[in-house]
């Protein structure tokens, strides 16, 4: 049974940072890509990051550039998101998702695996 377990949401004030991992079980997702979603309140969700297996390669979402950044550990068959400068729209539920292909698509529906969420508020 796959599965893709989110930690590291929280509470911050605006400016500053958190770091979200996403350890994934059950199957090995070697030479696929993964990638972080998240969704706010009455909102649809939304692509925020993916990386390539090697690692090499990133897409990120307008909205994060510069201030977050992807990152994986094949060993550990994990991917973190390091956010800086968060501000209060980012405000969301974020969620680590894997897909069996090759990496960089940015739709969700492209995506096989799903974790539960881990929640992140950004106070002002």
């Known amino acids: 049974q796959v599965q893709l377990v989110e930690s590291g949401g929280g509470l911050v004030q605006a400016g500053g940072s958190l770091k979200l991992s996403c350890a994934t079980s059950?199957?090995?997702?070697?030479?696929?890509?993964l990638g972080w979603f998240r969704q706010a309140p009455g909102k649809e969700r939304e692509f925020v990051a993916t990386i390539s297996w090697s690692g090499t390669s990133t897409i990120y979402a307008d909205s994060v550039a510069g201030r977050f950044t992807i990152s994986r550990d094949n060993a550990r068959n994990s991917v973190y998101l390091q956010m800086n400068s968060l501000k209060p729209e980012d405000t969301a539920v974020y969620y680590c998702?894997?897909?069996?292909?090759?990496?960089?698509?940015?739709?969700?529906?492209?995506?096989?695996?799903w974790g539960q969420g881990t929640q992140v508020t950004v106070s002002s």
């Open positions: 059950g199957r090995t997702f070697t030479g696929y890509g």
């Open positions: 998702a894997a897909r069996t292909a090759p990496w960089g698509s940015q739709d969700l529906n492209a995506y096989n695996y």
